[in-house]
């Protein structure tokens, strides 16, 4: 493979094109008209403009990328994640123009997207289930007779779902018919697909997925878990590996899960199999991504393993490097997506231009981004801004160096997630490890919280306080307000 095109923008199409240069294999990159001057076109070897800024006139156009493919001589495309990287069709006429897709097998794609396919293919295997149904239904009265043997609260669920969409809590029998419709009606408009099915809803669940990887000889390894629970809308803010709340034993058994899982469908290519645990410690399957995540770099800061590398070499028809026996836990690893929304105003986005931009930097620091300083967030994609990764010996390390890369992470021009990163990697249900997917909704009610000054920066304040009320008491004083403020100013910067 000595050529690739990455189908995707920003920070990961960024971080694949790094990993393709230190393998000696060229990029292209394709690109809107919104991210002409973006780093990741600059960076690739060659760039083609694919269209206008919606996606759906340029980063979604299957067909015209395979055609870019055909024209510059490319072996190989790397989806990222996002956009076409879990289209099966695309992942088909890729294969049937010669390109190799960098990921798994259309088949694979397919069984894993549909939850209550997937569901079936597992079946063989054991895999935990969260009761309920393993098959769509319509029928209200019939579903709502179903909905009181599983007993409430019960989940409804897109078959064809992802990011929350198409998903109803029904707290008990009187809402079940109109949060049935509104399910139903959400999950035609955003997939096209209006079955659903139900499960009993597990209320203070953790989010817990395993990263794995296999090869097309048959081996396929876990690389440990990650903590996903911190969410917002359904959608993961803060991951962690490994998680604080999974025991060796327990990491085992759901690790092996995993493999099983990709075994069922003949998976090749890294992934991710997603469960929920409950606080009793059991779990259950919730579904398979079958691409790369955007947690990923929290998994490779603890195994020194390079996932893109891997899955180019998985691509190549090459066996995996390494077994499971070879896989160690080493320290920890935190991430928080740094998104260009207002924690303040119930996290909408917040488009702007990046007026100051500056990374973070020391050691264990790791910044995955895709913008520079002066450029607009545009507003046609997701407004993540940047992945902040920190790792250390330990959780207690790598929380105290994510809070220091976040105090010293300046961006200003849009609100961003930031502060709110911050207040919750420092909350005491974070700290020990009790917090659940219920965070944002049980912690984060009053969000003047973000306005409070830490411990460290108050003592500050009272000591200018006070100082000004000696000033007010001797005015022969030999500190005057600017000296006064300059130094709070220095040492509110400099405290951690």
């Known amino acids: 493979m000595n050529k690739i095109l990455i189908a995707n923008r920003g920070e990961i199409a960024l971080r694949v094109m790094r990993s393709a240069k230190e393998m000696n294999i060229k990029t292209v990159a394709i690109f809107s008209e919104a991210d002409r001057n973006a780093p990741f076109v600059r960076y690739a070897d060659e760039a083609v403009c694919v269209g206008p800024p919606p996606s759906a006139e340029s980063y979604l156009l299957g067909d015209k990328i395979i055609q870019i493919c055909k024209d510059l001589n490319v072996d190989g495309i790397h989806p990222g994640y996002g956009f076409l990287s ?125 990263q794995l990887i296999a090869d097309t000889h048959g081996n396929v390894v876990y690389l440990f878990d990650r903590e996903c ?3 917002r809308r359904h959608q993961k803010v803060i991951e962690e590996a490994p998680s604080a709340s999974v025991s060796d034993e327990l990491r085992k058994q759901m690790g092996e899960a995993a493999c099983d899982v990709a075994r069922s469908c003949d998976y090749y290519g890294a992934g991710t199999v997603e469960f929920l645990m409950d606080e009793n410690k059991n779990f259950y399957f919730l579904e398979m991504n079958t691409r790369l995540q955007v947690e990923h770099p929290v998994s490779e800061m603890i195994t020194g393993i390079d996932l893109v590398k891997e899955q180019i070499n998985v691509a190549r028809g090459e066996k995996l490097s390494f077994t499971q026996d070879d896989l160690s836990i080493n320290g920890h690893s935190l991430e928080v997506r740094v998104y260009a929304e207002n924690p303040r105003n119930n996290f909408l986005p917040d488009i702007g231009k990046l007026e100051t931009y500056r990374r973070p930097q020391g050691n264990g620091v790791r910044v995955d981004d895709g913008l520079e300083e002066g450029m607009d967030i545009p507003i046609y994609y997701d407004p993540m801004i940047a992945k902040l990764v920190t790792h250390g010996k330990d959780r207690e390390e790598a929380i105290q160096r994510m809070t220091k890369a ?83 100013k220095k040492n509110r910067i400099t405290l951690n």
């Open 86 to 210: 879990e289209n099966s069709e695309f992942v088909q006429k890729a294969t049937d123009a010669g390109i190799t897709f960098i990921g798994p097998s259309p088949k694979s794609i397919e069984l894993m997207g549909d939850k209550l396919k997937a569901k079936d293919t597992v079946k063989a295997y054991n895999i935990p289930m969260v009761p309920g149904t393993d098959h769509a239904i319509s029928d209200i009265p019939a579903a709502k007779k179903i909905a009181k043997e599983v007993g409430f609260p019960i989940l409804i669920k897109a078959s064809a779902g992802g990011g929350g969409k198409g998903m109803r809590v029904v707290e008990n029998e009187e809402e079940f018919e109109e949060q049935m419709d509104r399910a139903v009606s959400e999950a035609i408009s955003s997939f096209g697909n209006g079955e659903v099915f139900i499960e009993k809803y597990v209320g203070s669940p953790k989010h817990i997925e395993i």
């Open 406 to 488: 976040i105090d010293e992470y300046e961006i200003t021009g849009v609100e961003t997630t930031l502060d709110f990163c911050r207040y919750t990697i420092n909350h005491e249900a974070f700290k020990d490890a009790s917090f659940d997917t219920n965070f944002v909704k049980t912690h984060f009610s009053d969000t003047s919280v973000l306005d409070n000054h830490d411990p460290e920066e108050e003592k500050v304040a009272a000591i200018f306080a006070a100082l000004e009320l000696e000033k007010q008491i001797q005015p022969a004083t030999s500190l005057n307000n600017e000296t006064v403020a300059s130094n709070w």
């Open 229 to 231: 629970s911190i969410q």
